[in-house]
């Protein structure tokens, strides 16, 4: 292989992984960053309080939030004041478009000063199916509107393949509002400050199932750390509702094969909405 097809196809590599920007000459451990930030605070002030608006990142280490699976060996502690502020602000908005509006105002989640937009829903408000994705990459970033890209259009085949269309009986939000960099998967702390106001959107639209499309929303609103290949093709109970994890659409393009799951997962779902019937799909 020359070397401009050998950087092309690293070039190639790096977009099929979600890195479509260079963001630094050197690459940066933002984990090992958050570490010695955390370790210096503590240094610092071991006693003092941490302010519920200062920064989600917390100097010790408190148990897991609400619904969260464990946070990865060195990945950012979570500040509980932080959690609670957000859940506050959420639980009092009574409508999505108070809650819409709440998220766009709220500061607490550091990926939104990257990002071009914030990303909240797409569909119907109150349909009876209800997506929940992982967080908008470049493609829902640039256009404000979530699974707008590739994976998106693959959604939207899946969708239609029972049935569905987002623009008349589906409701898709992710766990995280703002792009992470690079497409990178979301830390705890990002997927904490997040998560009540995603709580608040389910509790609002009330589905009568959720669809969670891969690991992260899985963990996230299940509270289990269980891989999304253990998770898939059951169901499980988010606060009363049927919620069936599946495997992701990006994952899908990547790994078509894995589609024969994901559609029995989509069969299922389809069964649940129609009260369990027999529906002769096979
Ligand atoms: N992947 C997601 O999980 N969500 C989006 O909105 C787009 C891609």
Redesign the pocket.
Known sequence: MDQITENAAILEWYLSVGVDEAIGDEPVDRFETSRRLAERAQAKAPQAPVAATSSALSPASPAPFHGAAPAARNAPAVNPALVENARAIAEACDDIATLEAAIRAFDGCPLKAGATHT?IADGIAGADLMLI?????AD?DRLGR??V?R??QLLDRMLAAIGRDRARDAYIA?ILFWRPPANRKPDPVETATCLPFVERLIHLSKPKVILL??GTPASSLLGTSEGITRLRGRWHEWHGIPAMPTL?P?YLLRQPLAKREAWRDLLAVRRKLSGDKPSGEG
Do not use: I, K, M
Not at 133 to 137: F, L, Q, R, V
């Open positions: 990303v994705g992982e967080a908008p990459g829902e979530p699974f890209g994976a998106g992710n499309l891969g992701h990006a």
